[in-house]
């Protein structure tokens, strides 16, 4: 499994960006995928995740209402559709995977992890 973040630059706050995660080498529809992020200094985070199906989603209290994560199987690919954007933002966002929607937050269950892509939002 392989995954590529992408998206990710340098944009002011109260914008919005998507992000994309490429899936290759298996069909994404049967993983869950999740977004995190690292702020600088600070310790990798939950930001959402999704089902298989794209049924199901979580999101971190940060995100909720904000950002919303989709999926087109069809196409392989994960969003992290970004809104009202603030400095607070900035950090790597990686896309990860893994098989079941259960501990979609611990980031420990995450069998796959691309390579992150950089937000960073300006006041």
């Known amino acids: 499994v392989q995954l590529q973040a992408s998206g990710g630059g340098l944009v002011q706050a109260g914008v919005s960006l998507r992000l994309s995660c490429t899936v290759s080498g298996v069909f994404s529809r049967n993983y869950v995928m999740g977004w995190f992020r690292q702020a600088p200094g600070k310790e990798r985070e939950f930001v959402a995740a999704i089902s298989t199906g794209g049924g199901g989603t979580s999101y971190a209290d940060s995100a909720k209402g904000r950002f919303l994560i989709s999926r087109d199987n069809a196409k392989n690919m994960v969003y992290l559709q970004m809104n009202s954007l603030n400095p607070e933002d900035t950090a790597v966002y990686y896309c990860?995977?893994?098989?079941?929607?259960?501990?979609?937050?611990?980031?420990?269950?995450?069998?796959?992890w691309g390579q992150g892509t950089l937000v960073t939002v300006s006041s």
């Open positions: 990860a995977a893994k098989r079941t929607f259960t501990r979609v937050v611990i980031q420990d269950e995450y069998a796959y």
